[in-house]
């Protein structure tokens, strides 16, 4: 099912539902879409303006990159529905005997490292976004810099969501090794990447203030 | 334009592109509406099963409430678009004459009340998310407390985000003392839900951290 296609109301109700499909994952995917699409926005307002022709190219450069993310994290949105059916499935077969909880075991370990991987991939997409809203948010149009902040806050949204649906997977995980270097990597990226939105954020927030 | 109705993909293209609207204030509104429903979700997942029948009440009515937010939010998009298009309007008026200046002050000031009320309210509307979301997320199924994580980190961004369209447009309005008391209910909200919204986050994950 390619939930993208989904009108934003439909989206947001089988969201809210019962319905296995879509979760925090999706949703995470979703709202880091949405961030990189505002980046490519602050982009496509400040190309073409007279004022910011010294910035032209860094704002191509920009818009491709933001497009390019926001259309892989709207395909993330699909890859997560997709490694969460075999997740389920595991979860429900039987564990009554030996056989039956080593048979459960073989499926379950693959199925979970997928279902951690989509979100960790929706967490490197999102720090990528918001490398380029940095740069959006110091060097793009001044009428659009709430834009880039919101896009950072998006962003971060969708990093700090998608972190947590590594971490729901991985503390299943058997191989505590793997599970444990997983995480690691999940933990750098917020540490990292948290504070640069912040940052973003914090330096839109006080420009909107200069005069007002 | 009721953009709710649109697909996921193409509102999130049509907010990447340089079109007017949706901007950052409608894509906080649909955030918000992720979040909400995710709320919804937790809730929904947590009614019915025997190991939370104690809170089955209070699980109805957060439910009842998310479902209400969400709609709230989605409608919140259409009423964003709808403030701005005034607004718009009031921007393309001549300026040139004292007579010019004077008729597009009259039509402004009013028009950026209206683009600052609609964030204002977008950023109500994420506090009392947030009020549910906590409940959730302390009391609802610990199957699905990973989604009352991602519901709180994507109604802090909404929150965030509506807040600089709050700022942008106050900036602008010439009655200083109605912009600095607008200013003043948007920074108290962001005062006192963003630390709620961070406490409801760290807890999810430390939860998830028990065993892993």
Not at 107 to 112: C, D, F, G, H
Request: aromatic share 4%; charged share 25%; hydrophobic share 45%.
């Amino acid at each position: 099912m390619d939930f993208s296609s989904m009108s934003c109301s439909d989206f947001v109700n089988v969201l809210a539902s019962s319905e296995p499909v879509p979760g925090g994952g999706g949703a995470s995917a979703l709202v880091g879409a949405v961030g990189a699409a505002l980046g490519s926005m602050v982009a496509n307002l400040t190309i073409g303006k007279k004022k910011y022709a010294d910035v032209e190219e860094n704002m191509r450069e920009c818009l491709q990159k933001a497009e390019d993310l926001q259309s892989r994290l709207l395909d993330l949105i699909r890859q997560d529905a997709e490694a969460f059916a075999p997740l389920a499935a595991a979860y429900g077969m039987p564990k009554t005997t030996v056989e039956e909880m080593m048979a459960r075991e073989a499926v379950m370990e693959p199925a979970l490292r997928e279902a951690a991987a989509v979100p960790l991939a929706i967490m490197e997409t999102c720090c990528e976004a918001l490398d380029v809203m940095h740069e959006l948010a110091l060097k793009g149009s001044r009428l659009v810099i709430s834009d880039a902040g919101v896009g950072a806050a998006c962003c971060r949204a969708a990093l700090q969501g998608a972190s947590l649906n590594v971490f729901i997977n991985t503390r299943s995980m058997s191989d505590r090794d793997a599970a444990t270097q997983i995480n690691r990597r999940a933990k750098i990226m917020l540490d990292d990447y948290i504070p640069l939105a912040d940052r973003i954020f914090t330096n839109v927030q006080s420009k909107l203030f200069e005069k007002n």
